[in-house]
């Protein structure tokens, strides 16, 4: 959002996990498009970096305890309360804690399959939100909300938001987050099985 020019002001997470992001200022079709598919495009990205940064338990510890800190920092600075419910940045952040904990207190392989396990979910991040993704329309809070991301994807490619066009840009984020999956597991897998040949 901050690079499209859009601006980002703050993030809302309601107690049924969804969430909306808000922008500063409006901006044109190209812009909306790389909003829409930053979250479905760029989060499997960030867990096939958090799988490459972990092979091993120090380096484990270290990418969790990065990962906590940023979710702390998060939920501390723009996740905010929504009519006085404090349960977004207190969820953000006691997540953030309870993974800086782990980095310290788990054995060092529960260590790195806690790290390898959260960047799987985030790679797979449009799969688990295959439901938002194909539905008419969101719910927020609870309340019916804006279109989904997909929708907004396709208002801004195609112009429409007929089902064909939503349902385009679904399964192409679909495809995307196993795509990124199979690559990062097979480069961890190859990692693996290339440290386990090197002469002790």
């Given at each position: 959002?901050?690079?499209?020019?859009?601006?980002?002001?703050?993030?809302?997470?309601?107690?049924?996990?969804?969430?909306?992001?808000?922008?500063?200022?409006?901006?044109?079709?190209?812009?909306?498009?790389?909003?829409?598919?930053?979250?479905?495009?760029?989060?499997?990205?960030?867990?096939?970096?958090?799988?490459?940064?972990?092979?091993?338990?120090?380096a484990a510890r270290w990418?969790?305890?990065?990962?906590?800190?940023?979710?702390?920092?998060?939920?501390?600075?723009?996740?905010?309360?929504?009519?006085?419910?404090?349960?977004?940045?207190?969820?953000?952040?006691?997540?953030?804690?309870?993974?800086?904990?782990?980095?310290?207190?788990?054995?060092?392989?529960?260590?790195?399959?806690?790290?390898?396990?959260?960047?799987?979910?985030?790679?797979?991040?449009?799969?688990?939100?295959?439901?938002?993704?194909?539905?008419?329309?969101?719910?927020?809070?609870?309340?019916?909300?804006?279109?989904?991301?997909?929708?907004?994807?396709?208002?801004?490619?195609?112009?429409?938001?007929?089902?064909?066009?939503?349902?385009?840009?679904?399964?192409?984020?679909?495809?995307?987050?196993?795509?990124?999956?199979?690559?990062?597991?097979?480069?961890?897998g190859r990692s693996t099985?290339?440290?386990?040949?090197?002469?002790?």
């Open positions: 959002m901050t690079i499209t020019g859009a601006g980002f002001d703050h993030v809302v997470i309601y107690r049924d996990t969804s969430g909306l992001a808000y922008r500063v200022s409006s901006v044109g079709n190209a812009a909306t498009a790389l909003i829409a598919a930053a979250g479905y495009m760029g989060t499997p990205l960030w867990g096939a970096l958090l799988f490459a940064v972990s092979p091993t338990p120090r990418a969790l305890l990065v990962l906590g800190a940023l979710l702390v920092g998060t939920a501390l600075t723009v996740v905010a309360e929504v009519n006085g419910d404090a349960f977004g940045p207190w969820a953000i952040g006691v997540m953030g804690a309870v993974i800086a904990i782990a980095a310290v207190a788990l054995p060092d392989r529960w260590r790195v399959a806690t790290a390898h396990f959260i960047a799987a979910q985030a790679c797979i991040n449009a799969l688990l939100d295959i439901r938002v993704l194909f539905r008419p329309s969101q719910v927020v809070g609870g309340v019916v909300a804006d279109d989904s991301d997909a929708h907004n994807m396709a208002r801004a490619t195609f112009g429409t938001t007929e089902h064909w066009a939503v349902w385009t840009w679904a399964g192409i984020w679909l495809a995307w987050s196993l795509v990124v999956l199979f690559v990062a597991l097979w480069l961890s099985r290339a440290r386990s040949r090197a002469p002790a």
